[in-house]
């Protein structure tokens, strides 16, 4: 017994990425640039929620969390937009720019949209809502992980 238990404490092998999990992709068309573009040339007919949007961090506590930058732009659907994933998370090697980060649906309500987010870990959370006023873009959720994030919208940039 001794034998199979030094067996299996043995020495461990070097490390491989190659052992390592990794996340399916959800790749789209869209990268900074192209969005970057796509906003320079719709500037005039561009609706309020469209633009690229960058993670507040509002307490020490909130550091933990990566200053996540996405775009938000339309889908085929007229009353959804798509976050596209541009940078910041603190598990880059799972999320690369272009990734779809969530879906924003249009409610009844003015600047209230539901979401369907993608978590760090890819999961799908359809219990996320948001807020756009003049500062940003909240979501929020109080569902088994209660969250809050503030987005500051950073591009196009206001006259």
């Known amino acids: 017994m001794i034998e199979d238990w030094k067996s299996i404490q043995g020495p461990k092998g070097p490390y491989q990425i190659s052992n ?29 929620v469209e633009g690229v949007y960058e993670r507040v961090r509002i307490s020490f506590e909130d550091f933990a969390g990566g200053k996540y930058s996405m775009a938000i732009l339309p889908a085929e659907d007229p009353d959804e937009y798509l976050i596209i994933y541009l940078s910041g998370a603190r598990n880059d090697q799972d999320w690369k720019a272009g990734e ?16 369907e987010w993608i978590g760090r870990d890819k999961s ?12 940003g873009i909240v979501f929020y959720s109080s569902g088994i992980s209660a969250i809050s994030y503030q987005f500051i919208k950073v591009f196009p940039v206001q006259k």
Do not use: H, M
Request: proline share 2%; hydrophobic share 35%; aromatic share 14%.
């Open 124 to 135: 799908v959370y359809d219990d996320v809502y948001a807020n756009l006023d003049s500062s």
């Open 20 to 48: 390592q999990l990794s996340f399916t992709p959800n790749k789209t068309k869209w990268t900074a640039a192209k969005a970057k573009e796509y906003y320079l040339s719709k500037k005039d007919n561009l609706s309020k």
């Open 100 to 115: 779809l980060k969530g879906r924003i649906q249009k409610t009844a309500t003015a600047n209230f949209f539901t979401v």
